[in-house]
């Protein structure tokens, strides 16, 4: 039996427990999610070809007035379900309401991913071929190419919701492309990697030549690579490190659960201007084909795009559930969970900078002395203060407005998120955005996302 | 279900080998925002992982396939899956190497909590009154949030080789954030504690000192740009030495990814302590003291590193027949030998020394062994006294930054870290004012 049938065929007993549920409390939901996929890895000689694990189970949740109760089942069966509820009408207490629960009426809705070429449409021995023939042509760019890692992923990711008013439910398909060059020169051992993680079909199989020989290039750049003079720099992002200064800036800040833990400077600031007049930045889960988007969220909230500076101004930040409710705010569709296992958080989808004017060369020519930050690597935020820690893989120097060749790595972005992002004096006009990375809370609740934006010339202190 | 698994693998004749792994999880976890419940969960979940292997052969050369498959509980064809899984493992191919045969003795280890194994609802509410009634003594510090999750993972292994070993195992984690300040200037900090048993975590001594971090850091300052020493302490310590560990594995040495020679200094001319470092499968409230490993072999104590002479690697059951080593099994808490100065003489001769408790983050990359982080707390100590920093970076690495490393004799458990309590750099690149 296939997923849909499946929960077309459970939906009816569901709905009768979910009525019963809402008997005794304010607001339930049953959210079942089925994620399976395909990985093909190939690693110097060694392969690995196979279904990734399953994610398969289900979250039943009820607001009793004060707070959420949730139970989460890995046996989605009419048993299983049925004693989940039983216990909870028997054990968990009811209250006077705090708060309302806002849900909007849709229905019964099915989405689905377009995909150009159906992964299905590819046979399995087409798709491997495809891979060992990449993973030799790489491996013979350079003979200081000691490993290449070659990673193919077929991922399906299958969602429903089923509350009073509502039966949603979404089969998203995202395929992961990745390939890693690690390179030595018998002194030291350095790597570069790329890729792409889009949500659509086999049309996004094929690497691009040019990602694959600058991923090699700059590989072996890195084994010449000094460490740079801690200071304040003049510094020219890709839309890489764009996004993830998107990311990590104002994106956990905005993230509404942390207004109300008191975790956020944003809070105070809405309305403000915090950036540049030349920043304008979005989370959207509705961005087409980007990993981060989805038809709903995984409290059934239908996906929104959220503007959250505009022109330099803080406009508004994103919500789950229980901050929307709590604060009073219109909700966004950022209540996400790492699996049915976990709570939702509000939780970031594809982060970006809207485009400017400027081109990239113009911004490099701009630049008497400086860097060029090409490749990114991990982020943290700081909300609470506004701090900001992003690790980047490699970073070319620039002279009297041209790039030298000379590499560093690694090097580290800090500073102050706001004199960061006012001190952006040109932005570009190169959208990219990349979903190659997921993304935690704290340092656990792994959710992919992505995050992007246009080159963006800015100053602040690297180390 | 697992008899149904194992009937079904055993049934079939395309099958070289397999491997059973099934994990039943139960937990409860509890929400704070404030001190008001945000929510309440009950986690209950069984999975059975299954690896199955294919020996086939390829331009008259043998190759071994591997296909993994996660089956639930109320799987109704098994031997569909099990079939899906045969086809896509012959497509790939290794060169192959036999799974754990048994033959070595398992001792039973003590991970289990009691409290966690009878009553995970109720040792959470403990813990939710005890901080409650710590509150009152962190003023004017004040909370922010908690999170906590007590799990019990009871776990069977079992391969197509008689291996059939069972281990349950709990884990309790903690995530607390405290605050301190006023409207116009407020600090937090923020930690997170992974432990096996809840009643050897001293939650009133961790809120306390989160409070007083998150208090000090009201007064601080950004570090100074340069060369400095510095002490790293607490939760950096965790993640610190897990490159050496990549580097020493037979998985790194047979993907070419490590440098380090057997026999040969780990760095070269180091002129600070010498790094011993051993894997130790029997620390009590070690999150890797185990009965087995991922083969299903019993998790062993050896060394790998000693007085920073690289020794042996450590091989799982693959990577030692690929490399003709010793099999050891994985790597389990990372023990680091002790030095021979107390924690309290490394200011000794220092004009200027930083001591990092936390980063924002703190992942040393396993390839490269560079590390960096951005201060999250931490203190100068001078002759101007001891002043709180936070913010600008500390970077580094393992090649350069280890040759001149000092180990506390004062020894500290965190995690899966067994070692000293504080680890000094004698020079390490600080961006900052």
Redesign the interface.
Known sequence: MNKLEFIKGIYPFVKEQIDRLNKKFYHSYFLFENETGLDVIKQGRQEHISEHPAILGGVISVYNGKYFVEYSISDVDKNTIAKVVDDMLANVPVFNMEYRVPEEELGEKYFKTEQKIPLDSIKLEEKIDKIREQSEQIAKKDERIKNVINVYKENFIFKSFISANNFLTQDITRLDRFIQIIVSDGKSVKYNYDGISKQGGYEYAELPDNMIDMTVRDAIKLLGAGQIKSGIYDIVASPEVAGLIAHEAFGHGMEMDMFLKERAMGAHYIGEQIASPLVTMYDSATEPGESGSFFFDDEGMPSTSTKIIDKGILVRGMTDLNSAMRLNVERSSNGRRESYKRKPYARMTNTYFAPGESTKEEMIKSVDEGIYLIKGGSGMEDPKNWGIQIECLIGEEIKNGELTGKIFSPIFITGYVPDLLKSISMVGNDLEISGLGYCGKGHKEWVKVSSGGPHIKFKTRLG | MIKKIKEALNKNNEIYAWEIKSVESK?S?L?L??N????????????Y?VKIYNLHEVNGEKQL??????I???EENIDARIE??I???K?????PWEIYGGGDYYYDKNSVSEKIAKDRKGLLFEFYDKYKSVEDSIKPARY??LELFATLNDIEYMNSKGVNETDRRTVFEI?T?V?SGNETK???C?N?RKVVFPEMLDLENEIKKSAKYATDSLNSKLPK??NYPVVFMEEPLENLFSPLVFQTSGRAYF?????LKINEEIVDSANGDKITLKSNSNVKNGLKTTKFDEDGAPLQDFTVIENGIFKKRWNDVRYSEYNKEEHTGNFANIEIGTGNISMDEFTDDEETIYYVMS???F?P?P??G?F???I?HGYEVSKNGIIPV????V?GSI?ESFKNIYLSKEKVLRGEYLGPKAVKFKSL????E
């Open positions: 937990s976890q929400f925002i404030k008001y419940i945000e929510q309440l969960r009950e986690v209950n979940t069984v999975s992982f396939g591997l296909s993994l498959i996660n639930q509980h109320n899906s899984a086809r896509i493992a497509y790939s191919n290794n060169i922010s949030s995530d954030v605050l407020d600090m937090e923020h997170y740009s340069g993907q070419k990814q490590s440098m980063f924002s983050s992942s990359d390839i490269s560079t960096g982080g951005e999250r936070k913010g600008g970076s970077s090649n690149n600080i961006t900052g």
